[in-house]
């Protein structure tokens, strides 16, 4: 628990006060129409104040939470500062992730030096796995030696979460091995392979805990990325002496980050003894390394070093090294600064104040005080990390790690200082727009093709009928349809996995059944006008085609002729009939008797079973 305030600070360096509560980030539920996202996320706790631990009972100092919506890995940055209060002491700080701490632990020694005692910082770096849900990760402190109080200053956690299967790489050792080495050359304490998909910004964070073995030394840690002797932009130096029940301890903390191209690349973390007789021990050395691609619109990197020795003698806070980082939207700063803090040729011993800004945002309330004393070498060289993490909006602004003299003496001298943020926005829940501009519509034909746009980078897919998808961009076309119905997945997936599915749907319809032509029939003589005749003799020859009252019905052997004159029947015969086509022919001579009135009218009328009847004019009289 936060009892008490850090000493007084000068005018103009007052800093934001952060919540003491933590903070925690749920990713909402996920729409049915998308998949789980891609998205980073970040949480993050820090503290501006004291928190005093007595005993060996563990005291929780910040923590924070993230609800992950997939499986991942969580990149960790812890740190504080460490101060005298009552009596020498050795602090133990871990980073416990769900109650459980691993290899992630730190010892630092603190004791009595002249003014108010030694102040040294603590860091703790490192790469978990984390399965999908929730999950926390808290920074707690106990007294592992010694009789005096643990004062721990502004101490700060950040974590974020990178998701199996973004466009971010990772890397880390499969077990960070304790090491020693007693050798001036620079050797590696651990390494581990990054494989990047394209141009990537990589940062690469390294720490551990140094500590007294046999002999007094000065060490040298450095990380490196394709260097098999580290970066010297990263360099570290550190002193461990004999002071303490079982030597000084104390936190060692360096970073390097450069593009890469596309491919394999080796990381390292590197030490070696710079001077001293004494066996250089590192305990839970861990290294890490996170890539983002150069064209990502998510996560973005930002980072500044000095590869030389940068000197501040006043007791004005100024920028050691800075970089610019540009956020697209709102989001937050993850920022961690480290450099190695010694006395120069001339100098004095001093206390030295470390802080992080972060643009017009404001300053994180995560400073960090360290001591620098006289040794019978150079001076006492000690490493200083600092980390916070602060809300910004879109757009540019400059982050800053600053230090100066806090007390009397200097000037402050510091090697090598870096500084790195990670700009995470807020998660984009926001599936792609798909509109169809052209769909299949019902109809006989076997082919289909539509067309669409959508309103995000994405991906497409289409699959027809439950098929496989595959990739189709704008348009999709297919051919030899089966009768019956269809349907067309389209779906868009935009960089962070949020997902946009349209179906289409319609019916081949059967083309219809082909009909028989009907056949044409053999025509039918048109028969003569029915005419009135003069009839002139006493016979009458007929020749007609009758038609049938339906096709199917034979022709009779016989048909009935009637002879009229007027209403008179003249007379009534028969004749023979046979077909012809679809008619029937009859044909014959009709004998009149009596025998009428010469050049008398009459009219001929042919009919029978099966026939229909017609009046027909006489062929010849």
């Not at 001929?604 to 017609?614: A, D």
């Amino acid at each position: 628990m936060i009892r008490s305030v850090r000493r007084a600070r000068p005018l103009g360096l007052a800093l934001t006060l952060l919540a003491t509560a933590s903070v925690v980030l749920v990713m909402p539920a996920v729409p049915a129409t998308a998949a789980p996202a891609l998205n980073p996320l970040e949480c993050h706790h820090a503290v501006d104040g004291t928190d005093f631990t007595s005993g060996t009972d563990v005291s929780d100092l910040v923590s924070c939470s993230i609800v992950a919506p997939s499986d991942g890995k969580v990149v960790l940055v812890a740190t504080a500062s460490v101060a005298y209060d009552t009596a020498d002491s050795e602090a133990l700080y871990e980073v416990a992730v769900d109650g459980a701490v691993g290899r992630n632990q730190r010892w630092v020694d603190v004791s009595s030096a002249p003014g108010d005692g030694t102040d040294r910082s603590v860091a703790i770096t490192a790469l978990t796995s984390v399965t999908d849900g929730s999950h926390t990760f808290t920074m707690r402190v106990r007294r592992s030696a010694g009789t005096g109080r643990i004062a721990t200053y502004d101490p700060s956690v950040w974590a974020l979460f990178i998701p199996s299967g973004s466009p971010y790489a990772t890397c880390a050792p499969a077990v960070p091995l304790d090491w020693t080495a007693t050798q001036a050359a620079m050797s590696t304490v651990s390494s581990c392979t990054l494989d990047v998909t394209s141009p990537s910004r990589v940062l690469v964070l390294g720490s551990a805990s140094a500590a007294y073995s046999d002999a007094d030394y000065e060490g040298r840690v450095r990380v490196g990325i394709d260097q098999p002797q580290g970066s010297t932009a990263s360099d570290r130096y550190f002193d461990i002496t004999s002071a303490g029940s079982d030597g000084a301890d104390r936190t060692v903390a360096t970073q390097h980050s450069d593009v890469v191209a596309a491919g394999s690349h080796t990381i390292t973390l590197n030490a070696a003894r710079q001077g001293g007789t004494g066996t250089v021990k590192l305990y839970r050395p861990s290294l890490l390394a996170i890539a983002v691609p150069t064209s990502s619109t998510g996560l973005q990197v930002c980072a500044g070093g000095v590869d030389t020795v940068w000197v501040n003698p006043s007791t004005t806070s100024t920028s050691m090294t800075a970089c610019d980082l540009t956020a697209t939207r709102a989001g937050s700063a993850l920022v961690v600064g480290t450099a190695s803090a010694g006395i120069g040729a001339g100098g004095s011993p001093y206390e030295s104040q470390f802080l992080l800004t972060v643009g017009g945002d404001g300053a994180p309330a995560t400073d960090r005080y360290v001591d620098v004393v006289a040794d019978g070498g150079d001076g006492d060289d000690v490493a200083v990390a600092d980390s916070s993490a602060v809300p910004v909006g879109a757009g540019t602004r400059t982050v800053s790690f600053l230090g100066r003299v806090y007390t009397t003496g200097g000037p402050l001298l510091t090697y090598d200082p870096g500084v790195a943020a990670i700009f995470v926005p807020q998660p984009d829940l926001t599936a792609p727009t798909v509109t169809v501009t052209s769909a299949p519509t019902d109809g006989t034909s076997t082919s289909v093709s539509a067309a669409f746009t959508v309103d995000a980078d994405a991906t497409t897919t289409c699959s027809l009928d439950g098929a496989p998808g595959q990739p189709c961009a704008g348009t999709y076309g297919a051919t030899g349809l089966a009768v019956g119905p269809h349907t067309l997945t389209i779906v868009a997936t935009d960089t962070v996995g949020n997902q946009t599915t349209r179906v289409l749907s319609w019916t081949v319809a059967a083309p219809a059944p082909a009909t028989a032509p009907t056949p044409t029939p053999t025509p039918t003589p048109a028969p003569p006008t029915a005419l009135e005749v003069r009839l002139s003799g006493t016979k009458v020859a007929v020749n007609a085609v009758l038609q049938r009252v339906r096709a199917s019905k034979a022709c009779p052997r016989r048909a009935t002729v009637v002879v009229r004159k007027g209403r008179t029947v003249l007379t009534t015969t028969t004749l023979p009939a046979k077909a012809v086509g679809a008619g029937c022919r009859v044909a014959g001579t009709v004998k009149v008797s009596p025998k009428p009135a010469a050049r008398a009218k009459v009219k001929v009328t042919v009919s029978g079973k099966n026939l229909r009847s017609r009046t027909i004019a006489a062929v010849r009289a």
